[in-house]
């Protein structure tokens, strides 16, 4: 049977592949024909042969080799002995006619058998590396401290590669569409690696991206059912600056959607309660303003803007383009009972612990001052979590900043989310323009990676 070795580019499929070859050849006695396909300019194809003749190891080598002149030596050695090609760089369906009968393919593009393939074809994944495992590894062979290795693991490959690669990205199909450019970004892992039959099981493998420097760059062009897989597959991995990164997205776009759903409860002093324990809630469910959304502003140019926004009925939902806005995520308008105005400021995190900025949100009340009359109530802070039980541990830091603001009766809730199932007219894209916001570099990333 024909064997496809598939896997991300870089996980290290060409090693593998040279290492069956002398597997196939020293342990189970087979000839072996090696042939690559080179992508890099100047670069030509290369044929490797090892095997026996009269019990005696041959070898022989061709350093550029042409398909057709590698379809005659295949030809030729067929004829008098039994011949295993391995080919490596190919795409699957367009293996020159001549070479479609190898023993093994390693491809780093999504392979789809037809039905009439499968019984004489199978594939295997060589799975992405996950951060546990470079950690160790460059811990122990290179000697890298673990910020060195997050650095690597936040561009998920040398940033060059990557920026070339986000240059070809045009939307959001291309990005889940098999083609070359998008197979650089997108890594392929096993769901549970401790099966073994996942290995040889599609449905058991998952297609995303895990660099969160490219999903911060390609933020305006992801749908929320892309950032929602992304979120559940890093939260579990333990990825936890990629898990808020793709989190405060996902929240963005479900609000731009009208489909975000918020419950809150007043937020606690952590001296009230034990180090790590679970607060009591006493939940209330915020009934949010339908509208559209304002994408707008940077961290040092965003009053003009909020007062814009402030002042339009139409628009309901502001959040920033940027990466590094200060102390808050976004602004949501409430929907009151006495149809009063308020406002919300939104910090969205994933993090057990989250700093506070006192002074900042006196700046951002200042914009809404001339709201808080007896038409208006003052705005409130909201850290939102990504479920119950995340609500009941946050903590907000530093505790003074925290227990000032309280004194001076600012509202500080502590939050979870829901997404409303229903969509709407006025839901998905609700006019938000798809923008390129540039990532930030790792040392100037908004969240650290931490728990």
């Known amino acids: 049977m024909k064997c496809i070795l598939m896997g991300s580019p870089g996980v290290g499929k060409s090693t593998m592949l040279c290492l069956l070859v002398f597997y196939a050849v020293f342990k189970q006695k087979k000839n ?8 890099k300019a100047g670069q030509s194809n290369c044929l490797v042969y090892l095997g026996y003749e009269n019990d005696q190891v041959k070898y022989f080598a061709l350093p550029e080799c042409e398909v057709s002149q590698a379809k005659e030596i295949y030809k030729a050695l067929k004829l008098t002995q039994e011949v295993w090609l391995m080919l490596d760089g190919f795409v699957y ?13 390693a491809a780093s593009q999504q392979v789809d058998l037809k039905s009439q393939e499968r019984d004489d074809a199978y594939c295997l994944l060589h799975p992405c590396w996950e951060l546990k495992d470079l950690k160790c590894l460059g811990q ?48 392929t892992f096993i769901k549970d690696p401790n099966i073994q039959l996942n290995f040889l099981a599609p449905d058991a493998w998952e297609q995303l991206i895990d660099s969160e420097y490219a999903i911060l760059t390609l933020s305006g062009q992801l749908k929320p059912d892309y950032l929602c897989g992304i979120f559940n597959w890093a939260k579990a991995a333990g990825h936890a600056s990629l898990a808020g990164s793709v989190f405060e997205l996902y929240l963005h776009l479900l609000a731009a959607d009208n489909r975000l759903k918020l419950y809150v409860s007043q937020y606690a002093l952590p001296e009230a309660r034990k180090p790590d324990s679970p607060r009591h809630l006493n ?22 803007d909020l007062i814009e926004w402030r002042d339009n009925d139409n628009f309901v939902y502001w959040f920033p383009e940027c990466h590094d806005f200060p102390n808050i995520d976004s602004i949501v308008k409430l929907k009151l009972e006495s149809g009063k105005k308020q406002v919300a400021y939104l910090q969205i995190t994933t993090a057990k612990e989250h700093s506070f900025d006192e002074k900042q949100l006196k700046t951002m009340n200042e914009i809404f001052k001339q709201e808080q009359t007896d038409q208006a109530d003052p705005p409130m802070y909201i850290v939102v979590c990504p479920d119950v039980e995340s609500c009941k541990r946050i903590v907000l830091k530093p505790a003074n900043a925290v227990s000032g603001a309280i004194k001076e009766n600012i509202q500080l809730f502590a939050g979870y989310y829901k997404m409303d199932s229903d969509i ?16 930030p570099t790792y040392q100037m990333r908004k969240r650290p990676r931490s728990n």
Request: include cysteine; charge should be positive; hydrophobic fraction near 35%.
């Open 140 to 187: 122990q062979l290179k000697g890298w401290d673990e910020d060195h290795v997050s650095e690597r693991f936040y561009y998920s490959a040398i940033i060059c590669i990557v920026d070339d690669a986000l240059a070809l990205m045009s939307n959001s199909a291309n990005i889940r569409s098999g083609i070359t450019q998008v197979d650089r970004l997108r890594r």
């Open 283 to 304: 939940v209330k469910q915020l009934h949010l303003q339908r509208g559209r959304a304002k994408w707008t502003g940077t961290a040092t140019n965003y009053e003009t």
């Open 32 to 39: 072996v024909i090696l042939y690559r396909k080179l992508m």
């Open 424 to 439: 709407s007219a006025d839901g998905p894209n609700n006019h938000i323009p798809r923008k390129k916001v540039p990532a």
């Open 93 to 105: 369906k367009d293996i020159p006619e001549g070479l479609q009968t190898f023993k093994l393919l």
